[in-house]
């Protein structure tokens, strides 16, 4: 015979078992899964002999294998050794060597197995960094490709490009392409105004007084030699409000990827490291009396139209062997990395190049003369977009850095 429970108790048995229903699975209960591939691994510090990387969580993932070498081909290998094993999505590979690029790939781990590698990621490693004192000045230095001649709509989009500069608030702007660029934003005068402007910020810096026979600002256009030349470059010697002399270079190497175009740009490299020479030796001669300008600090600006990834192109080693460094590969700390400072289509969906950024803007610096802050693209952004109205086909380029 059916016994039927006393109706209390059943309801007591029916409200338990829908409780245990309604109860959340913990996540030792829950079935694993195998972690899937890692979006961008960003590269957010760097010493002479670390690296640091970051990515967003993988679910599911318990742990993180992480790998490094020093070529794209050797991190890929299936053989790889594990660098490391860490816990948390961020990683510190340590032991390095000095100026050389490594490249990373990070993977999750569960207890169902491991997910497949993140794309690799370039970075170089620190090549020397100066010794600065505590009471050592630090300028916040900003380059923008500006675009007034080649893009519609610039009496507008300087309205855009002054609010952003406003917002930044750095001590010395270069702006490439800045011929229709005449008036300077509030609270910035023009040290030099032309295709290539230098623009100081009232309070931190004032430019160094012309003598007779003696400019303390110019301009050069590199010689077509091999094609059609590029925008050349300007200068400005600068005196910063702690009393440290300064000498302001803005650049703007000629566009193209074509064989002459390649062979021109390297060309203007090495001329333009031969006039920042010739200028510093000039200023000594006429200035002499407010500094050694041979041993003045330099920061160079500017749009050097090639990054990393164009092989057969060699206008960066022609300026490191000369001493001049991407301040990209020296800075201490990265932001925005992957997102590339030119955007030709002024699009508000980011153009993201994975492996080493491809920026073509640059701030360059003597390595052992200087230590880099930090590196950021400063365009604005939201929820993986571009803040628009864009104020050019490039976004600014912010470096905090400190030079002797």
């Excluded at 990393?308 to 192109?313: A, L, M």
Aim: hydrophobic share 40%.
């Amino acid at each position: 015979m059916l016994r039927v429970p006393h109706a209390r108790g059943a309801v007591a048995v029916v409200v338990a078992i829908a409780l245990a229903l309604a109860l959340p699975v913990s996540p030792a209960s829950a079935a694993a899964v195998v972690p899937v591939k890692p979006g961008l691994v960003n590269y957010v510090g760097a010493s002479t002999t670390s690296l640091t990387v970051d990515w967003a969580d993988i679910p599911g993932a318990t742990s993180y294998y992480v790998y490094a070498n020093t070529s794209h081909d050797l991190v890929t290998r299936p053989a790889q050794p594990i660098n490391q094993k860490v816990t948390s999505s961020k990683a510190t590979v340590t032991g390095l060597k000095p100026g050389v690029a490594y490249f990373i790939q990070v993977r999750g781990v569960s207890s169902a197995g491991m997910g497949p590698r993140s794309s690799p990621v370039a970075h170089e490693t620190i090549t020397a960094q100066a010794s600065l004192p505590s009471t050592w000045p630090s300028y916040h230095a900003v380059s923008w490709n500006v675009c007034s001649n080649v893009c519609s709509g610039f009496s507008s989009r300087k309205t855009v490009i002054d609010k952003r500069i406003a917002e930044l608030a750095p001590d010395i702007v270069g702006l490439q392409e800045a011929s229709k660029y005449t008036a300077a934003p509030s609270g910035y005068r023009f040290a030099y105004n032309g295709q290539n402007d230098i623009l100081i910020r009232n309070g931190r810096f004032t430019p160094v007084a012309a003598k007779s026979g003696g400019a303390t600002s110019g301009a050069a256009v590199f010689a077509s030699t091999y094609a059609p030349a590029g925008k050349g470059m300007s200068w400005a010697a600068v005196r910063h409000s702690s009393g440290a002399y300064l000498l302001v270079v803005d650049t703007h190497l000629v566009v193209g990827t074509s064989a002459s175009l390649v062979r021109q740009r390297e060309y203007e490299a090495g001329k333009l490291a031969d006039a920042i020479s010739a200028t510093l030796t000039k200023l000594n001669k006429t200035h002499r009396s407010l500094t050694d300008w041979t041993k003045a600090p330099v920061i160079v600006m500017g749009d050097f139209n090639t990054h990393k990834s164009r092989t057969g192109d060699k206008t960066m080693s022609i300026l490191e062997q000369r001493g001049w460094h991407d301040a990209y590969d020296q800075a201490r700390v990265l932001s925005l990395q992957h997102y590339n400072t030119a955007n030709p289509s002024m699009s508000l969906t980011p153009f993201v190049s994975v492996t080493w950024g491809d920026h073509i803007d640059k701030v360059l610096v003597r390595p052992s003369r200087s230590v880099v802050f930090r590196w950021a693209n400063a365009g604005k952004t939201a929820n993986g977009k571009w803040i628009g109205p864009l104020g050019s086909d490039h976004h600014p380029l912010s470096v905090r850095l400190g030079l002797r």
